[in-house]
């Protein structure tokens, strides 16, 4: 962390030990993103429960590059949070979460999820339950019945259009996840 961590308190005393053990949980942030600029904690209690306890309420506000990290932890009705360190464990886990996210997207190691390609029906073998589809660049792939979804291989025909997954079979490349394709979803193939 490039800035000092700031630990403040509403509504409750300041407490060494709760702010040593918020420090504790901030340094270990680093592990999931190396580069935080600053972080600043915020332990309360809104509400006085003097007749069932007090319930603690965590907000953290990390600052990355080109953004800010955000988690708000307030206790609503987790009777879990009458345990301060409960509710600061909590904030930071979900805070090492977003800050996982939020290093995959600087590193460009999030998916983009591709469109299913497109292919239609070229041959079809119902009594061996097998056919191949003919993909839009010209490729012929294997497909099997049990790779159609929904008890779909029996209302396939030559020319149906269908969506599927590609991967390499024993004998070259094979359709699995073979989906046909309704009427709001055409594709020139």
């Known amino acids: 962390m490039k800035l000092?961590?700031?630990?403040s308190f509403r509504n409750l005393a300041h407490s060494?030990?709760?702010a040593?053990?918020?420090r504790e949980k901030a340094a270990k942030l680093d592990r999931f993103c190396d580069y935080i600029m600053?972080?600043?904690?915020?332990?309360?209690?809104?509400h006085r429960h003097h007749e069932h306890g007090n319930l603690y309420g965590v907000r953290l506000d990390i600052t990355v590059p080109g953004d800010e990290v955000v988690v708000n932890r307030e206790p609503g009705e987790r009777t879990t949070?009458?345990?301060v360190?409960?509710?600061l464990r909590d904030a930071f886990d979900a805070a090492a979460r977003l800050l996982e996210d939020y290093a995959r997207r600087r590193h460009g190691l999030v998916k983009a999820h591709e469109e299913a390609p497109h292919a239609k029906v070229a041959r079809l073998y119902s009594a061996e339950g097998y056919g191949f589809l003919a993909t839009p660049d010209g490729r012929e792939v294997y497909f099997h019945e049990h790779s159609v979804l929904d008890g779909g291989f029996k209302r396939l025909a030559v020319g149906t259009e269908v969506t599927f997954v590609e991967e390499e079979g024993e004998k070259g490349p094979q359709a699995s996840?073979?989906?046909?394709?309704g009427r709001h979803h055409h594709a020139a193939v």
């Open 4 to 7: 000092p961590l700031q630990v």
């Open 38 to 46: 600053s972080c600043r904690v915020v332990i309360e209690v809104p």
């Open 177 to 181: 996840t073979v989906r046909i394709v």
């Open 16 to 18: 060494d030990a709760i």
């Open 20 to 22: 040593s053990l918020a």
């Open 85 to 87: 360190g409960v509710a």
């Open 81 to 83: 949070h009458r345990d």
